[in-house]
Nanobody
């Protein structure tokens, strides 16, 4: 599976951005597609997840109510709509997939992801 993330950029505090993650190759019955981020000098942090059926989503407390994850199955693309951005959201954002039965309990653990895309940088200026 190959993942291609895009949509990062520079935005002012309070602004919005939408990230995209396009998947190609490979097929799984059950999996979660996830967004994680890594700020300078910090570890990779889970942000949001969506199940392959599109009905289950979950968010880290730090982004709940501001970020929305969604999917377009026909395009095999996942989106992350980010609103009310603050400087705390500045990071490289990565999309990743965790597949199989373990995905239900471990989608919030980036270290366990099976596939990663390249990152896209989001910079929020104050």
């Amino acid at each position: 599976v190959q993942l291609q993330a895009s949509g990062g950029g520079l935005v002012q505090s309070g602004g919005s951005l939408r990230l995209s993650c396009a998947a190609s190759g490979g097929t799984y019955r059950r999996y979660y597609t996830n967004w994680a981020r890594q700020a300078p000098g910090k570890g990779r942090e889970w942000v949001a997840s969506i199940h392959s059926d599109g009905t289950k989503t979950d968010y880290a407390d730090s982004v709940k109510g501001r970020f929305t994850i969604s999917s377009d199955a026909t395009k095999r693309t996942i989106y992350l709509q980010m609103n009310s951005l603050t400087s705390e959201d500045t990071a490289v954002y990565y999309c990743g997939i965790i597949a199989g039965s373990s995905s239900y309990n471990h989608y919030d653990k980036p270290a366990l992801y099976d596939y990663w895309g390249q990152g896209t940088l989001v910079t929020v200026s104050s």
